[in-house]
């Protein structure tokens, strides 16, 4: 199949909304292969879509899509962007001691089920270099102490800037961002946690899992934003547990439902199916 | 929310079908509220829709709507139908002697979590009466023989289109129909087989199941078609069991799981969310 | 199958404390037919076990068993209690307006999937009275109001006493009970709550969730204790959502979870499959 | 903690067989740690046992154990094997293309989830020997033609052999054994098919589950026999797939589920969970 162009809208409802963005692309010889859209009920009525665009035949340039769609989405007061699949964003991953989620994006990379570029990883710490590195990946050791901190963001700015990058994946990086980082990739910093949020936000989710005796444990995969552990979740899923698991076992078990639930959010957001409402996100799969 | 109109399309795909599709809509005033498409990959590139119109401001009557869209029908060679969401399909139970898909469904139907109407509810057994009848509604007691077969399939069908039925449900009915009852209702008649298929097909599939030694046992909604148990599968859904699970203990736990299987199927075939394809279906959820 | 006897023990770890227990049961011609047995890891060391034993041939009398049985048990210090499979205990159902869970408990048990008494039913509200008549069990209606409050909750532990109640199961009972209800009940009400805990403990479950965006919803099946909502857990399970789930369709889907949960944990109780160890349990599936 | 002695027996039920096997490691000063017990009901009524001994204080060494144990083996007809977790099982891996299976359980090896040695991996291709050589793990490839079949067969037992192999684990080893082999390592063979079984056995079964338009997909881990995919079930899992899913999408959300099931299977073989009986297991978990 060639490439796709993916087309991502949010705005208010309008009776002919999704005449006009169909009409608009059959003007200029696309073919729609799949849309997908959400109307939110009543009082908000806003209305979310993404369509992909067949890309053979679509008479528009890569240059030309913004500005012919442009009077459409001021007509309609519309939130969008465009995307093409053959352009496969640019990923950091962040990384400390935890080696599971990192290996296991890897991996998926390598094996082309995460269509991602991943120009560096960033780690406070040079224990995972050689894991990165095998892959030819570069690593960028930025150690961080209270005192290097805001010094040290913005290094990490700095190199999200040279690389061009499109999204930032937290591999269980143990360093809350600061807000000038957050604000620089607002819904595009993907945070997994190992706890269904919102239970056991913050720290040692499995400990504190343990003590309350819960028969279910769980990962959250969600936007990162000021507040810990409460940005947008992505996605979500479980795994049960008994009174034979200790802490330790709950890691352990716990760290596969966290690799599939972080694969799950880097896949869906690379591929442009995450749409942000306020606190909650509409993914389209 | 006021009732909304659903359409359904299958046709070859073209260049542009979406957006004839939805200007014809906005011509009429139409305010689509919800759009599912499915564009099957190649060779095969056909073109399957749902749509949900607000019925509010649609100027199209219900005795217009058909005429006024076959020339666009024929224009792309569809296969199409619509609904009202305020007209509840007309839905049949027919049941043996299991009760536990019969009072699941009556009691779903009871609450407003399914919204059909039940003219009545057929057995070849006289057990059940009391249960169907607690509802009001009427049970017909049709007892069948190798011998009565064919006479007591005939007085199936006129009970069926005496009450204008849109589709049977065999909740647990241990009767293999005839193609005549099954070509009368292509697509519209409703299986849940105790099994995950196609694991199990025919009989007794518990038991097998427990000399198979299988860890996961299940169940399956699907179209009954002439092939016993082949039919196009509307959804599935297992359990986990284990060696102390005698035959018995399956039966229990997978006759919750045969309940939430056929519910499921049951509220998005009445909701229009089910076509199908061959021997495949795509469920609009 | 003949009866059996459930014998219960919790006490330190002591070497040969398997090899005691089981030898007084060889030695007054018992036969086990399960073993379910837990140490708890160190510093705690606490051993618990579950025990059946073949009625037919064990020589003591239901009368003498807890006499005979006192010696060892001193011992070993031992926490422990015995049950009989053919003297099914007495539940008692409170409930207020929503008919999901108790419904499911009374079919459960009308279906003999619940081995239990039922002897009345308690509720705050007439509403339920025909729905529990229906099955010719007692309805007793005891009105709440801040100012009747203790007097009726009097009401409610005089009808358990009089019907010498084993334990209580709050089907969605929506009034907080008081110290001396818990106290005189101890691990031995059981109350489903409508989230997994202790995520959106307290009032609203659903809309939370709704507002928080999460992905997956759950229920939990937990001991009631003065905190609320904070007791030890029996079981919990979830089911996935989604941006199409407002917070009705939550309710809808996670009432079924609710009365897969809790018709477990009831089934586990009932069957003395659980025992408490602080804010844990230790449940023998 | 120290090491643990783990005693797995079958046999006929008798009166008194717990307190029998109790009563011995309480002769020899052993703490039991852990006891799983399974009656299997009548007609058979055979007993299966797993008892976890702590090595710390148990006097019988561990060239004594078999020839201390054998009268009460004897006297009660038992199967029985006994080991030690401190000496990890000797398990060989054989592979053919497809890698994630054997990528998925050297990972786990590698950060001691599985508790196993890895003398080496067999594999008839030789595509994926660096991936093992990282490991530090040999790696032989042994081509098969239907020419070459028997002899090279006959130099996987020699390896296997040669390195005192306790089991062996088929991560999609796409040849079929000869009863030669299979009969060397009754039991002890462990192959991973992708599909839930009995569905889909032989090939492809990513293709037929599209076909076929099934909704839930599996994958199941069981002992090799003689009939193809045929054997005793050790564990299995499935995933929800839909319309969308392409067979290759399939495949990519199933080797999820079989990399999950069998390094679920390889973690319960190695720790000594899993009894067989006929054609079922009995996985003490």
């Known amino acids: ?42 009082p908000s009525r806003r209305f979310f879509l993404r369509m992909e665009i067949e890309g053979e035949g679509f008479s528009l340039g890569r240059e030309e899509l913004a500005d012919a769609f442009a009077p459409l989405a001021r007509e309609h007061d519309m939130d969008w962007r465009s995307s093409y699949s053959d352009e496969p964003k640019r990923m950091v991953i962040m990384v400390s001691h935890y080696d599971h989620c990192l290996t296991d994006l890897l991996w998926r990379w390598d094996t082309g089920e995460l269509d991602v570029r991943i120009p560096l990883v960033i780690s406070n710490h040079p224990d995972l270099a050689p894991r990165v590195e095998a892959y030819s990946i570069p690593f960028h050791h930025l150690p961080v102490t209270p005192e290097t901190k805001v010094e040290q963001e913005s290094k990490v700015l700095e190199l999200l800037a040279d690389h061009n990058v499109d999204f930032v994946v937290l591999a269980r990086y143990m360093q809350i961002l600061t807000p000038r980082l957050l604000e620089a990739y607002p819904d595009r910093i993907i945070n997994i946690h190992h706890s269904f949020l919102p239970a056991f936000a913050g720290a040692s989710p499995y400990q504190r899992a343990y003590e309350r005796g819960v028969k279910v444990i ?68």
Not at 11 to 26: L, N, Q
Not at 240 to 258: F, I, L, T
Not at 276 to 281: K, L, P, Q, S, Y
């Open 218 to 285: 769980g990962a959250t995969a969600h936007y990162a934003t000021e507040e810990l552990d409460a940005g947008p979740i992505i996605d979500q899923d479980v795994v049960r547990v008994s009174h034979w698991d200790e802490p330790d076992d709950m890691a352990r078990v716990g760290q596969e439902v966290e690799r599939r639930v972080l694969a799950r959010a880097v896949r869906r957001h690379s591929e442009d199916r995450v749409l942000v409402d306020g606190t909650r996100t509409i993914v389209f799969v």
């Open 1 to 42: 199949m060639s490439h796709s162009i993916r087309l991502l809208i949010a705005c208010p409802d309008h009776k002919g909304i999704t005449a006009a963005i169909s009409s608009f692309v059959e003007a200029h010889e696309g073919n729609i292969v799949r849309i997908d859209q959400y109307l939110k009920p009543p």
